[in-house]
């Protein structure tokens, strides 16, 4: 790897200059870019889907527990116990949902792999987030993004 040149005091700071003016611009585009897409219009959910969990089986409905908005985490699941490793490191970082609470947010964890494996899994990796049990999701092609089963 080639290291970058020393140099003087003013030089770095012009060049950090220029760089946090790349950054914040970069910044103010992916900022414009969210809002866009948080102005996709909507579509009707026409077919009923059902989760199961440890505490039984819910609706999609059902997962918004009485808020306003959702965020589904798609939990994947390779096959015979082969969990994803990223999905993994996401949980491991995931605090208290009560912040997601507090802005009228409910988050459901879902993955096409058996409860049998799930909460086995869930156990060895210690994960206990309040309000967010692990739910098995229909296997489908929804809103135009296929998942397979394994």
């Known amino acids: 790897m080639t290291r970058p040149p020393i140099v003087s005091d003013q030089e770095w700071r012009s060049a950090r200059d220029a760089l946090l003016d790349k950054e914040k ?37 059902g997962l918004f527990e009485g808020r306003s908005q959702l965020i589904v985490y798609s939990f994947m699941w390779h096959g015979a116990g082969d969990f994803c490793s990223g999905c993994s490191m996401f949980v491991d970082n995931l605090g208290h949902p009560a ?17 049998a494996e799930i909460l086995p899994y869930r156990r060895r990796m210690g994960w206990d987030i ?21």
Request: proline residues 13%.
């Open 130 to 150: 309040p309000g967010t049990p692990p739910r098995t999701a229909p296997s489908t092609t929804t809103w135009g993004r296929a998942t397979a089963s394994p």
């Open 25 to 61: 611009r970069l910044t103010r585009a992916q900022d414009a870019l969210a809002a866009e897409r948080r102005r996709l219009p909507m579509v009707p959910v026409g077919r009923t889907y059902r989760f199961d969990g440890p505490d039984g089986t819910a609706s999609l409905p």
């Open 99 to 115: 912040h997601l609470h507090a802005r009228d947010v409910s988050l459901a964890l879902v993955s096409t792999g058996p409860l």
